[in-house]
């Protein structure tokens, strides 16, 4: 068949979770992880600060502008639709994308302020799906525990309390959760097995699907 001379594609793994649950600390590892077992991996993450979108939500989060709540929002999801092109080309042509964040923050934050999680959702569809979402579990008062919280917009334990519960109502089969109170040792090694598993699931042609079905 004409598959057969097919690269194999890259998985697209999305990590999740409050504020300070360890992200961007475990897709650093995840990533020079995959890279020496041989897979060719990406680290990206939103919201992407480079873009202009991208540097009016930044401007946003450290409180240098204020923008209405949709408005926010819509940011965010055009934040991610500026880079699906590019993201669907690195997939089909072999790259394994690990991805700090996507459509899941967008919408349990933007739902934690009291949108409607319907419309929070609209915006996100068509976007790629991920073949796998890291869930890092933590409670809001361990994550305030650690270094930096409270420097930015949304990092005070109310609010990421709400945050939190919008997060399990969007919990899926492609969710993975992942007890983020230990080590970060131990949270690796966890991590480790659930991503090699669906990177080489992906490899042997696992289609690629949409949001949200
Ligand atoms: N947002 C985002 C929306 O509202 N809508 C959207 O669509 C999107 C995409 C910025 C904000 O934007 C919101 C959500 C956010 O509020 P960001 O830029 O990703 O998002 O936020 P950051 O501030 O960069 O990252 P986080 O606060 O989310 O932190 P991480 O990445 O979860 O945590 P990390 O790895 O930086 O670790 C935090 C601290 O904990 C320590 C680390 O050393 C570090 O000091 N740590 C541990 N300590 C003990 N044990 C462990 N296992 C540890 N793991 C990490
Ligand atoms: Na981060």
């Excluded at 669907?88 to 700090?100: A, F, N, P, R």
């Excluded at 969710?175 to 040792?185: F, P, Q, T, Y």
Aim: net charge neutral; proline share 3%; with cysteine.
């Amino acid at each position: 068949s004409t598959e057969s001379n097919a690269k194999p594609r890259g998985a697209l793994i999305v990590v999740e979770g409050l504020d300070r649950s360890g992200k961007s600390t475990q897709c650093a590892k995840l990533r020079s992880f995959l890279e020496t077992s041989g897979h060719t991996t990406e680290l990206w993450r939103f919201p992407d600060r480079e873009t202009s979108v991208g540097q009016m939500i930044s401007a946003y989060l450290s409180n240098k502008s204020q923008l209405d709540d949709h408005t926010i929002h819509l940011l965010f999801s055009a934040n991610r639709w500026e880079k699906r092109s590019l993201m669907e080309e690195k997939l089909k042509t072999g790259t394994t994308l690990i991805v700090d964040r996507y459509s899941y923050s967008g919408v349990a934050f933007s739902s934690a302020k009291g949108l409607g999680i319907e419309w929070c959702k609209a915006p996100e569809i068509g976007l790629l799906a991920p073949d796998s979402v890291v869930f890092l579990d933590i409670s809001p008062e361990r994550a305030a525990e650690r270094g930096g919280y409270g420097d930015e917009r949304y990092e005070r334990v109310d609010f990421q309390t709400k945050v939190a519960g919008f997060y399990q109502t969007l919990r899926d089969s492609s969710w993975k959760i992942i007890d983020a109170g230990e080590s970060m040792e131990e949270v690796e090694k966890k991590i480790q097995g659930v991503v090699l598993d669906k990177v080489k699931e992906c490899a042997l042609g696992k289609p690629l699907s949409l949001l949200w079905s």
